[in-house]
């Protein structure tokens, strides 16, 4: 194939999974903006002024960033785990296979598919969260790049787990046991200086504080880690996941036996 | 010996050994020619979805060559590809999307622009009877509506290679004729056709060559018309007009009765149906009609299967 060839393969993928989640919009778009209105209401509002500061910030102001990012996390993974397997379970990801589009941009496909449904509900929650709180912007530029990185890392960590899913409960599994858990113990709704030195510490090994709190400072000024060994991170886990999803595309037995 | 450039299809040594240690195909050599019409035969398990999918790269191959008209599948495989339309034996398409989606989503695949896809999408779901259910979700489809939808889906980037598995299972007759109709215009405009069919029938009135595979093996690999020739015994069921007292007979022809007036007689090749008729003509028989007691291919397809299981 040509580089136009490539282009029109990759935006037919793009194209395609951009409209799916729009079909479903009353499945995909408006359950996360209810639930992180819900998140702003009670935490920020409700139980939040109780609260007081964190990190300096007015608690809703703090809270903002990671419900935010929380949104784009899941709903990246959720979009190409949910169309990836569903492709797989009618098997109509043979028309894919059987085209001569290559693995790489099929897979480049399917992330900025993710990335186009996690960025549209994080946008939305956005807009939402200033009916509740008053959010200045301290550098768009690292907020916009952490917030494109990790829903990056997230649709293609999606792609591998709908790699490896034998059914639909094996597309629950990661994130309601993994990734779940390790959001909301991620310093989405305190700041990890008021951990235990013993738990500040395990908390350095979950990659989604880094995230948030790297969001955080883009919004605020305010972390409780080194950015740039964030933006190392996720880049390198993006990186590794990437190189191991292009893998199993082309050797998996799970897509050819 | 076929020109290399003339193949559309050329399988050397191709071997696939499954990870459950089940041995699907065991060396296969095969050549189509570009612009035949082409059925591969064989009983359930022998190895014909393996062949196809591994032509059509949904299952990896343990060893061998796979050339599509002189692309190898390994070294060129964007241009193989392009090459091969499939339509596969069990509906893999979104049943939540539009036909016309399904068919300009799948020519993007290769490359087709949106404009040049609505325009091919829209000649193809024409003839295919398919255009005004066009905006219908794919799952309100009859089956066979489904079926030409594939069909359509798999000629949409124009290969020059069609591969249909069981192309009509599940079909009513109506329908199976107007595919074959269809079938038979889309080879003569140039394009090769390679099916795998239970319906032996579909074999014999569609196809120029075949082969015959067995347990991963090729058993038979001829012209269609060679393959009929080599029924050495065919089975007629002869109605006649009177009543039958008794059971005829004729020399060198053993016959049954079947019923007062149906009889079942066995010819061998050598012989003629003159002579069976004049012979019973004599008993003062009159023959209404003839017809073949059961399909000749399937009588010699199940000979080279029982040959080919007991070597």
Known sequence: ?257 | MIKQKDLALKLRELSKLYENGFQALSGINLEVESGDFFALLGPNGAGKSTTIGIICSLIRKTSGVVKIFGHDTDIAFSNAKKMIGIVPQEFNFNQFEKPIDILVTQAGYFGITRRVALKKAREYLTLLGLWDKRDESSRTLSGGMKRRLMIARALIHSPRLLILDEPTAGVDIELRRSMWEFLQEINEAGTTIILTTHYLEEAENLCRNVAIIDHGRIVQNTSVKSLVRQLRIQTFTVDVKDKLSFVPSVSGYPIRKVDDHVIEVDVSSHQTINSLIVGLNDQSIEVLSMSHKTNRLEELFLKIIEKSESN
Do not use: H
Request: net charge neutral; aromatic share 14%; glycine share 6%.
């Open chain 1, 1 to 257: 194939m040509n580089r136009y060839e490539l282009w029109i393969a990759f935006m037919t993928i793009v194209i395609r999974e951009v409209r799916r989640f729009l079909r479903i919009w009353p499945q995909t778009i408006i359950p996360p903006v209810v639930t992180m209105a819900l998140f702003f209401l009670i935490f920020g509002n409700v139980i939040g002024s109780r609260i007081g500061s964190m990190q300096g910030l007015p608690y809703s102001q703090f809270v903002a960033p990671g419900l935010i990012m929380l949104s784009v996390i899941t709903n990246s993974y959720g979009n190409v785990v949910s169309s990836f397997y569903g492709s797989k379970f009618q098997r109509n990801i043979e028309e894919l296979m059987v085209s001569p589009t290559p693995n790489f941009i099929i897979l480049t496909g399917y992330i900025v598919g993710g990335m186009a449904r996690g960025l549209l509900v994080g946008l939305i929650v956005s807009l939402v969260s200033l009916l509740f709180t008053d959010l200045s912007i301290f550098s768009p530029i690292i907020a916009l790049a952490i917030i494109l990185l990790t829903s990056m890392m997230f649709s293609v960590a999606g792609f591998l787990n709908a790699i490896y899913a034998d059914s639909f409960d094996d597309i629950s599994v990661i994130p309601n046991f993994v990734l779940t858990p390790l959001i909301y113990l991620g310093g989405v709704f305190y700041s990890t200086s008021l951990l235990n030195e013993f738990w500040a510490n395990v908390s350095l090994i979950n990659p989604i504080l880094y995230m948030v709190n790297t969001f955080r400072f883009g919004f605020s000024g305010v972390t409780d880690i080194d950015i740039f060994w964030a933006f190392t991170m996720v880049c390198l886990f993006t990186l590794v996941l990437f190189l191991i999803s292009l893998k199993l595309l082309s050797d998996s037995p799970r897509l050819r036996s």
